[in-house]
């Protein structure tokens, strides 16, 4: 057992005991385990997630209409299974639906034709959210 673990370092009991059933070695499961714990053959717990470092500054408040827009993305699904995604554009400011865009599939470039299409309609934001993407 001592000898499987170091070759392969990434096994854990469960597939040291597979590999001693395939080479004939028959043995409990728990005692397996036993043993692997009394020799110290653990693995190393993977890390945690890295996060982001730093302090963030809170957003600043918008002063008037078409300064900043967000922009996100609704899912849900039919009854049938199928699932859509709604594109949701709103001011900041006024907190108005400046677009709505449904479909089954939201490609990036229908994504920017929307946002192009609404820039055409209405003034252009002077800076967009965090969740905007940037253009």
């Not at 854990?12 to 385990?33: A, C, E, F, T």
Request: proline share 3%; with cysteine.
């Amino acid at each position: 057992m001592k000898k499987v673990a170091a070759e392969r370092r990434r096994f854990g009991y469960r597939r040291i005991h597979v590999l001693s059933d395939r080479q004939g070695i028959v043995m409990n499961l728990k005692k397996l385990r036993h043993f692997y714990w009394n020799e110290k053959l653990t693995l190393r717990k993977r890390g945690a997630r890295k996060r982001a470092l730093g302090t963030r500054c809170p957003l600043a408040l918008p002063s008037r209409r078409n300064e900043r827009w967000s922009l996100d993305f609704v899912s849900d699904a039919f009854t049938d299974g199928r699932g859509f995604r709604v594109l949701v554009v709103v001011d900041d400011f006024t907190r108005e639906c400046l677009c709505l865009v449904t479909d089954t599939s939201l490609s990036s470039a229908w994504v920017a034709h929307e946002l192009d299409s609404l820039i055409a309609r209405r003034v252009s934001p002077r800076r967009s959210s965090p969740t905007m993407a940037r253009r």
